[in-house]
């Protein structure tokens, strides 16, 4: 049986084949950063943006009202404006939730990193590293 998984893929070329082996701090920390890119310009910075219009609409329109005017009076390049401090706010914050998640799965797995740990555990460490992350990207979110 074949598994097909950009992520083992990549990890299987950069780590040489072994599967025990532990990603370096930085690679987790690089992951993190260009999933918080494409989640950033795939979905948050355009949601933000209709948001905050939405918001600011001075006949209080319905949302989808909202995003038809501005897709016909502004193009749809217009859902990104003011986007960078958002994309921002996601890269920092997706760099702190992946090392954390890892270092704390690496932690549980101990020298075996292809072991799988149970559902449970995955839960809990992803909650922690959600909070941790949150709790450490406020101050510098709450600067852009």
Known sequence: KRQVSTQSTGRDKYMGGD???ELPFYANMVS????????SYMVVIP???LK???MTHPQNAPFLTVAKELLVQEGP???YKGGTSTMLRQV???MIRFAV????????KGKDASQKLPLWLNFGIGAFAGTVS???????????
Request: hydrophobic share 45%.
């Open 19 to 21: 599967r025990k082996k």
């Open 32 to 39: 993190g950063a260009i999933a918080g890119i494409i989640e």
């Open 47 to 49: 949601c933000e943006l």
């Open 52 to 54: 905050i219009r939405h």
């Open 77 to 79: 390049l217009a859902l």
């Open 92 to 94: 920092t914050n997706h």
């Open 101 to 108: 998640f890892y270092e704390a799965t690496n932690f549980f």
């Open 134 to 144: 949150t709790i450490a990207n406020t101050p510098y979110s709450a600067l852009i």
